[in-house]
């Protein structure tokens, strides 16, 4: 029996295959459409366990290497690269479902993979209902007998909570079992990685991943993995191939890539975020700092319970007496914190945010302004020092009444 690593030599070693790479410590992108044979045997022989290499779209030596390691982190038997992580959740919910099913999905999640149920698979006749995420054990009452997929994601996007993963999968897999019909679960585990929460070790069937965010840390790069059993793997496997979204060779080396160093950029990159957050509530400012990790926060003790670490992504709830042209003047003048849409690079971000936007049911936000804060690599004091100058400009602000009055 092959020992088991621990994480950072996983992350070290894990896909490393110097008899592919040719002795080079990295294994270089593999630029591969056609894939030659030596013989006709050779080219009808299919290779079902997919370990093998027929076309470029099928994987790679690096795709596979990718996969190998990602697998070897969440404690999983399989693992499929893909373009980016809305494929990766795509991927994971439409293998599982055809028309007339019904999959649950939290209200907390990712927005474009709610709207790629609501809008796609809803076309197809799939219903889509979205479920509060501090629902726990009481998904029981909205599974139906047409239910095929539990979609989670913990914590949510934007907002924060934490979700009660085992009371969900204990839960599911036991109406599973009384009713003979197997209802699918899968998690969005980005925020965490699988450096701080092993969903499958909770009861979660299929965890999905933006390995755009931490895992590729550059901020350079969309990538998406599915981790899986050996059970899930073939039709996740042929549902990927059927919709043509296989990662390229490019971004699977920058994967392999940004996963050697996954564990000291998290390492660094929470004990920041933790510092700036504890430093945030001390602020008149904020009414709300959306961090598990703080004692105070929703969801803690989930948190604590079942993560082994945190991450530096977190949500900002403001005062309501701030008006939005006050809180743009703050964005705008920030010297290190940039704007942007993704996260998990080395570079800090903060962005407004609409968290209720077009939720159903409602989540918990607050009712001040909203802001999402990504701590990078930077000198954590210098953050601070950003963050105070952008709060004396949401202090200071005064709108230009003099354009009003010209008019």
Not at 119 to 130: A, D, N, Q, Y
Not at 234 to 244: D, L, N, R, V, Y
Request: glycine content about 10%.
């Amino acid at each position: 029996m092959k020992k088991q690593r621990r994480v950072d030599t996983t992350l070290t070693h894990a896909g490393r295959n110097t008899r592919v790479s040719q002795g080079a410590v990295n294994i270089p992108p593999f630029r591969a459409s056609t894939v030659l044979f030596d013989t006709i045997n050779d080219l009808r022989t299919w290779d079902p366990d997919f370990r093998a290499f027929h076309y470029g779209r099928v994987g790679t030596p690096g795709s596979l290497a990718l996969e190998e390691a990602y697998a070897e982190l969440e404690g999983a038997d399989r693992a499929i690269a893909v373009s980016c992580g809305l494929a990766a959740i795509n991927i994971s919910i439409s293998t599982f479902v055809q028309a007339g099913d019904h999959i649950l999905i939290t209200a907390g999640a990712y927005g474009p993979g709610i709207t790629f149920c609501r809008s796609h698979l809803g076309r197809f006749g799939v219903e889509i209902e979205t479920y509060s995420p501090e629902i726990g054990a009481g998904i029981e009452a909205l599974i139906r007998p047409n239910t095929r997929v539990v979609y989670l994601e913990s914590p949510s996007s934007m907002t924060f909570e934490v979700q009660d993963i085992p009371a969900i999968t204990s839960t599911v897999a036991r109406l599973s079992a009384e009713r003979g019909n197997r209802i699918v679960t899968i998690l969005d585990n980005t925020w965490a990685t699988p450096l701080n929460l092993r969903p499958l070790d909770h009861g979660v069937d299929i965890v999905v991943q933006a390995a755009t965010k931490y895992l590729v840390g550059h901020a350079d790069a969309m990538l998406g993995i599915i981790a899986c059993s050996n059970k899930d793997f073939p039709a996740i496997k042929s549902e990927t191939m059927h919709q043509g979204v296989n990662a390229g060779s490019e971004e699977v080396y920058l994967g392999l890539r940004g996963l050697r160093t996954l564990s000291v950029r998290l390492e660094r990159q929470f004990a920041s975020a933790l510092k700036i957050a504890q430093w945030l509530q001390q602020r008149p400012e904020v009414a709300k700092v959306l961090f598990p990790p703080l004692p105070d926060a929703p969801g803690h003790d989930l948190w604590l319970r079942d993560f082994t670490g945190g991450s530096s992504l977190m949500g900002i709830v403001l005062n309501t007496d701030y008006e939005k042209e006050a809180v743009n003047a703050m964005l705008d003048g920030m010297q290190l914190f940039s704007m942007g849409f993704s996260w998990g690079g080395y570079e800090s971000l903060l962005i407004g945010g609409r968290p209720q936007h077009g939720r159903t049911p409602k989540v918990y936000a607050g009712h001040g302004p909203a802001m999402r804060l990504y701590t990078g690599l930077e000198d954590v004091d210098e953050l601070i020092d950003d963050l105070e100058s952008g709060f004396n400009r949401l202090n200071q602000f005064e709108p230009d009444t003099h354009a009003e009055k010209d008019k």
